[in-house]
T-cell receptor, first 110, second 116 residues
Framework: RKEVEQDPGPFNVPEGATVAFNCTYS??????FFWYRQDCRKEPKLLMS???SGNEDGRFTAQLNRASQYISLLIRDSKLSDSATYLCVVFPGGSYIPTFGRGTSLIVHP | GAVVSQHPSRVICKSGTSVKIECRSL??????MFWYRQFPKKSLMLMAT?????????EQGVEKDKFLINHASLTLSTLTVTSAHPEDSSFYIC????????????FGEGSWLTVV
């Protein structure tokens, strides 16, 4: 089993839709979790951190489920500009080296 | 905020030549930097961890003699792809951990290498 797994998609949704991605991790001692956004042929950029209590930033909501070992990202009212690949990043417990998921591709169409 | 700068952003080289990619932390010191490789539609693959003043730590399967990493100062790490072949063509990206709390990662802009 891979350390961090994501459904690669693509998720094809119309503008205004709500879409959710999950990311599972295998190391139960993992401490820090993030969602990054990567546009085509560009470097990843931090979208949001994922806290145990959940985290909301505008149309984006991130949640952590430690019992089931997954994090989620919910995007409401999708915009065309949300089209990108969303990377799940997990720091295994005691490690400063992040582990990346392969990314989930989102395509928002008119 | 902290910035990591990577150069060049794009490079085309002939087979058999060597290419150097630089990664600089612009307003903070980075004792550690990470070098990744990414193929189209694939995840970032950690190649090596660059440590200032000491040898890099390479991931399993990464050829040390082919991908030379030097971290000579607290703000500069370099990756040299030696004797490049077309299969080395890829997106190479560096990152550095931030100095604050929360495991922040700062990425360079990435370098597209094409070997012809």
């Amino acid at each position: 089993r891979k350390e961090v797994e994501q459904d690669p998609g693509p998720f094809n949704v119309p503008e205004g839709a709500t879409v959710a991605f999950n990311c599972t991790y295998s190391n139960s001692a993992s401490q820090s979790f993030f969602w990054y956004r990567q546009d085509c042929r560009k470097e990843p950029k931090l979208l949001m951190s994922v806290y145990s209590s959940g985290n909301e930033d505008g149309r984006f909501t991130a949640q952590l489920n430690r019992a089931s070992q997954y994090i989620s990202l919910l995007i409401r009212d999708s915009k065309l500009s949300d089209s990108a690949t969303y990377l799940c990043v997990v720091f295994p417990g005691g490690s400063y080296i992040p582990t990346f998921g392969r990314g989930t591709s989102l395509i928002v169409h008119p | 905020g902290a910035v990591v700068s990577q150069h060049p952003s794009r490079v085309i080289c002939k087979s058999g030549t060597s290419v150097k990619i630089e990664c600089r932390s612009l307003d903070f010191q980075a004792t550690t930097m990470f070098w990744y490789r990414q193929f189209p539609k694939k995840s970032l693959m950690l190649m090596a961890t660059s440590n200032e003043g000491s040898k890099a730590t390479y991931e399993q399967g990464v050829e040390k003699d082919k991908f030379l990493i030097n971290h000579a100062s607290l703000t500069l790490s370099t990756l040299t792809v030696t004797s490049a072949h077309p299969e080395d063509s890829s997106f190479y990206i560096c990152s550095a951990p931030g100095t604050g709390t929360g495991n922040t990662i700062y990425f360079g802009e990435g370098s597209w290498l094409t070997v012809v």
